[in-house]
Nanobody
Framework: QVQLVESGGGLVQPGGSLRLSCIAS????????MSWYRQAPGKERELVAA????????TYADSVKGRFTISRDNAKNTVYLQMYSLKSDDTAVYYC????????WGQGTQVTVSS
């Protein structure tokens, strides 16, 4: 059974940081393109960052460039999203996605940035 499990979300003050983790099971993690998306209330789900299997090559939404870093540890079947200088606009449910011979989504983890 293919599964992605996110963790690390929570409540943080503006300017703070969080690190999200996504552990994959049941798929060839090393061959998968891994991505983080987010969905704020009343808005469409949007791509935050992605990392390829080879290279790896990373890509970011303009709104998070310079503040967020995506990375992966293939030995641990885990992808991370390190978030710094968080803003209220970053408040959303963050989803992990794996793309390899199909697409799998995690269940999401809530990130709330508020004082």
């Amino acid at each position: 059974q293919v599964q992605l499990v996110e963790s690390g979300g929570g409540l943080v003050q503006p300017g703070g940081s969080l690190r999200l983790s996504c552990i994959a099971s049941g798929l060839a993690f090393g061959a998968a393109i891994m991505s983080w998306y987010r969905q704020a209330p009343g808005k469409e789900r949007e791509l935050v960052a992605a990392i390829t299997s080879a290279g790896p090559v990373t890509t970011y939404a303009d709104s998070v460039k310079g503040r967020f870093t995506i990375s992966r540890d293939n030995a641990k079947n885990t992808v991370y999203l390190q978030m710094y200088s968080l803003k209220s606009d970053d408040t959303a449910v963050y989803y992990c996605k794996a793309t390899h011979l199909g697409v799998v989504w995690g269940q999401g983890t809530q990130v709330t940035v508020s004082s």
